[in-house]
């Protein structure tokens, strides 16, 4: 069982930058790959990004590629999302999520969710 907390949303206008992180209760989190999604009003739940289990590989929807950079700390069991150049349009809620095929396919635990909003 892996529990999820996300935190480091907020109101940030267009062009700034947020950094969300997401902690894990558990000794397993090093073997899970970790990702983000985003769900805005309206909107299904979308991919954000990626990373494998050892942090080695990083993937990236083409919505964010280039501004949003995601990272983990195994030792601390957190990952990271780093949202640059933001727009309006990435004002959603955003999950972090735990992939327990490392190949993104299957997302097995999920946090709340954190709000981020982007004024224009």
């Known amino acids: 069982q892996v529990q999820l907390v996300e935190s480091g949303g907020g109101l940030v206008q267009a062009g700034g930058s947020l950094m969300l992180s997401c902690v894990a209760s558990?000794?397993?989190?090093?073997?899970?790959?970790m990702g983000w999604f985003r769900q805005a009003p309206g909107k299904e739940r979308e991919f954000v990004a990626r990373i494998t289990w050892s942090g080695g590989s990083t993937y990236y929807a083409d919505s964010v590629k280039g501004r949003f950079t995601i990272s983990r700390d195994n030792a601390k069991n957190t990952v990271y999302l780093q949202m640059s150049s933001l727009k309006p349009e990435d004002t959603a809620v955003y999950y972090c999520a735990a992939d327990a095929s490392g190949l993104g396919s299957s997302w097995r635990y999920w946090g709340q969710g954190t709000q981020v909003t982007v004024s224009s």
């Open positions: 558990g000794r397993t989190f090093s073997r899970y790959g």
